[in-house]
């Protein structure tokens, strides 16, 4: 299966959950949007699918994939669907429904992350809720972020079949997200990280094990890694890093 990838191109975002199950098992695809519009990709087509002209079951944003004639979007749902396909879940009905659990989860924290410097609402400037987002970030960094890391470390060490990995005894996308996840708040607070890691090491040492990893070291030294920036989720800005 060649599948064919959907997201915004300057960004890691939501999509890099995604480019990261698809790197770590060396999966045929094309990132559609970062191509050339002469060859009918680049962002164009990404809105074309948006638009949902044609297409019996729109996705509402992106990132969304094609698989065939199959569209698929929400990240969660993606990964559902990749899964298996990817060797990237377990075999067993629950563990796999757990690994789903999981994802949905580190959506949410990626949503706190997001409203930290959008917490009024996404369609107006950072420079326009500045304010309330010092507040946002404050709150983030001292309840939520503690309470996300803690909840991801207690589920390592509960896992009585490793503690290494989230679920079972090998790598499932969970776990790569998991590493995404460490990778963003670094960049997005290394003041408050650097202060709070060291409560998590069997974190640390998973977001360490994705990180060498073959497939995953050569993806995040390729081009096709897209470096963090002030428009997507993670976001540096020095005021909200307590
Ligand atoms: N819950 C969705 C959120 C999708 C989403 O918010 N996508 C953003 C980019 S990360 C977007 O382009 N949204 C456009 C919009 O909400 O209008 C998911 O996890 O995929």
Redesign the pocket.
């Known amino acids: 299966m060649r599948y064919e990838f959907y997201?915004?191109p300057n960004?890691q975002?939501?999509?890099e959950?995604v480019r990261l199950a698809l790197e770590a098992a060396r999966a045929e695809y094309i990132d559609v949007a970062r191509g050339d519009e002469a060859k009918g990709q680049g962002v164009p087509a990404l809105l074309a699918i948006m638009n949902g002209d044609g297409i019996e079951q729109p996705p509402?944003?992106?990132?969304?994939l094609k698989a065939g004639k199959r569209i698929v979007?929400?990240?969660?749902?993606?990964l559902l669907y990749l899964g298996p396909r990817l060797d990237l879940a377990p075999a067993s009905g629950k563990a796999r429904q757990f690994v789903h659990q999981l994802q949905l989860t580190m959506?949410d924290l990626?949503?706190d992350v997001?409203d930290t410097h959008h917490p009024i609402s996404?369609t107006l400037y950072y420079e326009e809720q500045k304010d309330a987002a010092r507040l946002a970030a404050a709150k983030f960094i001292e309840v939520r972020l503690p309470k996300y890391l803690g909840y991801f470390e207690k589920v390592l060490q509960r896992n009585p079949a490793s503690g290494k990995w989230l679920v079972g005894t090998s790598c499932t996308y969970a776990d790569l997200s998991l590493f995404q996840i460490v990778e963003g708040l670094r960049y997005a607070f290394p003041n408050a990280m650097a202060r709070e890691e060291a409560n998590y090491p069997r974190i640390a040492s998973l977001a360490a094990k994705v990180r060498t990893r073959k497939s995953i070291a050569a993806y995040l030294a390729s081009p096709r890694r897209i470096a963090f920036n002030e428009m997507?989720?993670f976001r540096r800005y020095s005021e909200l890093d307590s």
């Open positions: 997201y915004w960004i975002g939501r999509g959950f509402y944003a992106p990132p969304f979007a929400q990240t969660s749902n993606i959506m990626v949503k997001h996404s997507g989720v």
